[in-house]
């Protein structure tokens, strides 16, 4: 039997190492690869794979984000690739999810590609979905309901297309930003600067990218390097040029230029 399986990871060689490593395998065929949250639900929902390698700490939908939002009819096999710390781990060995540890180790790949054939059989998936339910419940915090909800489709529509929190990385470690908390972005090249919680968080990430994350109901962007937080906006204020001035309710103030103006209609609702 082959197995349809779809590499998602943010980080390219990490999706090329994983690649040649499966190469070995002559029953896995790499049908896609992906390199953020949005694009695998979307590969995930048009090919169906069998087996889905899942990097757990992206920009914007992370994997457990991903994994949330898949029809609970078509959800393949799950291996999260992760370099989340001992205690994590342990978590995933409760529920009898599988899992390999950054940097991949070839031993424990084979160790997880094994459980993958035994248990790929609809009889083998028995209680799966509530097992993946109960990681993310135990790692996240994220309460039953919300989660089931989504799951099941008979969440809220935000919650399916927008993520809660933000999964930012620096020097090896992972800060999960509420999404709520973000008072406005600016873009500094291919990083974003994240203002939240009276701090300044670095995303590897382009405006581009993060426009498709964040939710076009709270988040717009007021500058070509700018995206503020709608409902951190206190007052608006003309200014020369037809630009006008942002007053937000930590004090500061952010310029919005005129090619952006016709934003401002966003601003009451």
Sequence with gaps: MTIRTIIVDDESL???????????????????????????????????PDLVFMDIQMPGLSGFDVVKNIDK???????FVTAFDRYAVDAFD?????????????ERLKVALDKVRRNIDQEGK????????????????ESPAT????????GPAELERYPERLAIKDAGEITYVPVKEILWVEAAGDY???????????????????????????????HRSVIVNLK???????????????????????????????????FGS
Excluded at 16 to 44: F, H, P, V
Aim: hydrophobic content about 35%.
């Design 14 to 48: 990490a999706r090329r190492g994983l690649e040649l490593r499966l190469s070995a395998y002559e029953d896995i065929e790499i049908i896609s690869q992906c390199t953020n949250g949005r694009e695998a639900l979307e590969k995930i929902t048009e090919l169906a």
């Design 232 to 266: 951190r906006v206190e007052k608006v204020c003309s200014h020369t040029n037809g630009e006008y001035h942002l007053y937000l309710d930590c004090g500061s103030r952010l310029k919005m230029s005129r090619s952006y103006k016709d934003k401002i209609k966003h």
């Design 73 to 79: 009819n078509q959800l393949p096999m799950i291996i």
């Design 147 to 154: 989660i089931e909800g989504v799951m099941t489709g008979d």
């Design 94 to 106: 409760a529920q009898a999810v599988d899992y390999v540890l950054k940097p991949i180790d070839d």
């Design 126 to 141: 028995v209680n799966y979905t509530q097992r993946l339910m109960d990681l993310i419940i135990s790692i996240t915090g």
């Design 192 to 222: 974003m600067c994240v203002h939240a919680q009276g701090k300044v968080h670095i995303l590897r990430s382009t405006m581009k990218e993060l426009e498709k994350t964040l939710s076009p109901k709270i988040f717009q962007r007021i």
